[in-house]
């Protein structure tokens, strides 16, 4: 068990369980790219993962075949991007990890993404609605507050949305809220809990600092704001061009994975953050949102609110709330305009 003992050093807090109890599918698709691969490498060493699945437009049975040497028990098969390899891939599986789409260059936006990104989620959540239509889809492709709920219209378009199952991961703002506040305070960052909520892009992240009883004040705050709303754009400009953050991504996307297998396998009290259909902002327009979302068998289990926030963090969600409701109206705007 050489294998799991480092993941679960790797992934800090949260160690993996030796015993599976239940058959495990786990579908990556856009195995084969920055995230895909070393994510599959994370999913692989995961014992609670039976079957991996991993398909790209172009690697896929590649990426399989190196990942499939490691002395895990899960079986691994690799896909073709055609009608039947995609089908197979996702026939059975109980989450599919979204990876697929085009990362930023310096200069660019999330936004910016939205044209090339917007139609490879509608499709391979067309095909993610015909072939696994009950199984928890996270989307990890950017801009993600769009391409949720382009999923969700999807779903909604073949009548099979069920709101429990769709999963936009936001965990890496928390992975980065908890090690940028560590860095500063010296302290554990794996026992750093920091609540972050909104969605995934510059403004609409909100660090909620005041509930993990930290108290940073004038330019020492605004700056960690800045850099856990930013912290995505450190990476591109470091990468200089050759992409956004990958494996960060990657731990984060297998940890979320984790949680579900967790919660699915009858564990209580998993609370992962995530980008979901949400009732907490309805009211004001906003159908998604993220916040602490605790997980069960059937997905999303009951959504945390907010709670207290101090003046400051209530005008950073109402900056939030405005971006929010238009990437949110753009995606699926988009799915009505190209079905
Ligand atoms: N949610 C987050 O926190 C987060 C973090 C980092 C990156 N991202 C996003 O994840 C996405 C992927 O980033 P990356 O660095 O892995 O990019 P990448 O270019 O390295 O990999 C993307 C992979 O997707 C594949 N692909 C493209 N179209 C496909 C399709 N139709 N079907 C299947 N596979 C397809 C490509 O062949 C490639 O292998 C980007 O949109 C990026 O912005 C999100
Ligand atoms: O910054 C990006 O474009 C990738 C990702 O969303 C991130 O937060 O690192």
């Known amino acids: 068990m050489f294998a799991a003992r480092s993941a679960s050093s790797i992934l800090g807090r949260r160690a993996f369980s030796t015993t599976a109890r239940l058959d495990s599918k786990v579908a990556v698709l856009g195995a084969a790219g920055g995230i895909g691969q070393p994510l599959s490498l994370l999913l692989k060493l995961n014992p609670r993962v039976t079957d991996l699945a991993l398909y790209d437009i172009k690697g896929g049975p590649g990426v399989a075949a190196d990942v499939s040497h490691i002395n895990t028990k899960s079986k691994v098969k690799g896909y073709a991007p055609d009608a039947a390899g995609i089908k197979e891939c996702l026939t059975g599986a109980e989450i599919v990890v979204i990876p697929a789409g085009v990362p930023r260059k310096p200069g660019m936006t999330r936004d910016d993404l939205f044209n090339t990104n917007a139609s490879i989620v509608r499709d391979l959540a067309k095909a993610c609605a015909d072939h696994c239509p009950k199984a928890n889809i996270l989307i990890i492709a950017n801009p993600v507050n769009s391409t949720v709920p382009i999923t969700a219209e999807v779903f909604k378009s073949k009548g099979v949305y069920d709101p429990k199952r769709l999963f936009g991961v936001t965990t890496l703002d928390v992975v980065r809220a908890s090690r940028f ?17 909104g969605g995934h892009s510059g403004a609409t992240i909100v660090p909620v600092l005041s509930q993990a009883g930290h108290n940073l004040e004038g330019s020492e705050r605004d700056a960690y704001v800045n850099r856990v709303q930013f912290g995505g754009d450190e990476v591109v400009k470091a990468k200089d061009g050759a992409g956004s953050a990958t494996l960060s991504m990657a731990m984060a996307g297998a940890r979320f994975t984790e949680s579900l297998l967790k919660a699915a396998q009858g564990e209580k009290g998993v609370i992962e953050p995530s980008f979901v259909d949400s009732p907490l902002y309805k009211d004001q327009g906003v159908e998604y949102f993220a916040s602490n979302v605790e997980l069960g068998p059937n997905g999303v289990e009951k959504i945390h609110p907010v709670g207290k926030v101090t003046e400051y963090e209530q005008g950073l969600l109402d900056v939030c709330l405005k971006d929010l409701k238009g990437n949110i109206s753009k995606g699926v705007k988009f799915v009505k305009e190209n079905p």
């Open 181 to 197: 506040i560590s860095e500063l305070k010296n302290t554990d960052p794996a026992q750093e809990a920091i609540l972050v909520v």
